[in-house]
């Protein structure tokens, strides 16, 4: 089986924007299978971030303007009699961020240390809407046998030192040595750091599990 490789859905962003509810809401995760029209032939996994533009705890972040980061870590596990084996796991992270300069917010995709997806959009919302529609992850079983997915994902204010190298990853530059300064506008980065360690941002960990399903046949 080749790399698996992280496919976006294709999900519209132009639709109406989804409204913020306010504190009603709290992020979280979905960790959901569909059927291989193929009988025996093994389901993909999608995973969608509902409810980060609606959780006032995140919305005021992305809105001073500080990065979110969403770190995700999909396991494939096969299902044994005495123990649990792990199969391949595949990890990959979301950036959101408010751009002041261009009065937009973006969602940027980084797999392997690569910029693989960048989204720009008006408003928060409509990150919201691609964010709670989910995305699909090619991590499928080689081998018959009796599986299930596990999930993990942290979400986090970025640090200032962070955000640099984000900034520069993002603009297809090498991290800089020694923690040399990015020149990206935006909000002042001693103003930034202030603020991260006043406010006592939260950091949020998710996790799920998928039910077993077999691949193949029984073992």
């Known amino acids: 089986m ?15 924007p989804v409204t913020v509810l306010g504190a009603q809401e709290r992020l979280s995760v979905s960790l959901t299978l569909t059927a291989n029209p193929t009988p025996g032939g093994p389901p993909t996994p999608t995973i969608a971030t509902r409810n980060l533009v609606r959780d006032p705890r995140w919305v005021g972040v992305l809105n001073e303007p500080i990065p979110v980061r969403i770190r995700y870590r999909l396991e494939l596990w096969r299902s044994r009699a005495l123990n649990d084996a792990l199969e391949r796991p595949f990890e990959w992270e979301a950036l959101v961020r408010m751009e002041p300069l261009y009065e937009q917010f973006s969602l940027t ?16 919302e409509e990150i919201g809407t691609f964010l709670d529609r989910g995305i699909q992850v090619l991590l499928r079983p080689s081998q018959p046998g009796v599986y299930y997915y596990t999930l993990n994902v942290t979400v986090t204010a970025l640090s200032d030192r962070e955000l640099e190298d984000y900034e520069r990853l993002i603009q297809g530059e090498p991290a800089a040595p020694g ?40 073992e």
């Open 2 to 16: 080749g790399t698996p490789r992280l496919l976006l859905l294709a999900l519209g962003l132009g639709l109406a």
């Open 109 to 124: 995709i980084i797999n392997r240390g690569r910029v693989t997806e960048e989204r720009r959009r008006p408003t928060l």
């Open 179 to 218: 923690g040399a300064r990015s020149t990206v506008p935006g909000l002042g980065r001693s103003a930034r750091r202030l603020l991260l360690r006043v406010s006592g941002l939260p950091s949020t960990e998710l996790t799920e599990r998928t039910g077993t399903f077999t691949v193949g046949g029984r």
